[in-house]
């Protein structure tokens, strides 16, 4: 059974910086992973995205400010969040897309706070 666990998520000051890494356990490889935000009475919405390869995609509310990776080997991506905003607060969520299935794997969220 696979599962994406998420961790590094809490609460810090405007402008600060949080790291969230996620794991998926079982064997399963990803091709596309990314992060998702779901801000209180607000649709889940894409903040980033990386494929296998690295190539990646931003919203253009964290451009220059985000920053996705992954470890292939680990089977881990990361979210560097830094100069953290009010508006980024939000349930963070890993998202793994299987490279043979195309199902897709949610993690359980984490949420993150920043206040001002």
């Known amino acids: 059974q696979v599962q994406l666990v998420e961790s590094g998520g809490g609460l810090v000051q405007a402008g600060g910086s949080l790291r969230l890494a996620c794991t998926a356990s079982?064997?399963?490889?990803?091709?596309?992973m990314g992060w998702y935000r779901r801000a209180p009475g607000q649709q889940r919405e894409l903040v980033a995205t990386?494929?296998?390869?690295?190539?990646?995609n931003y919203a253009d509310s964290v451009k220059g400010r985000f920053t996705i990776s992954r470890d292939n080997g680990k089977n881990t991506v990361y979210l560097q969040m830094n100069s953290l905003k009010p508006e980024d607060t939000a349930v963070y969520y890993c998202?793994?897309?299987?490279?043979?299935?195309?199902?897709?794997?949610w993690g359980q969220g984490t949420q993150v706070t920043v206040s001002s």
């Open positions: 998202n793994g897309k299987g490279s043979y299935s195309g199902l897709d794997y």
């Open positions: 079982g064997s399963i490889r990803f091709s596309a």
């Open positions: 990386i494929s296998r390869g690295g190539g990646t």
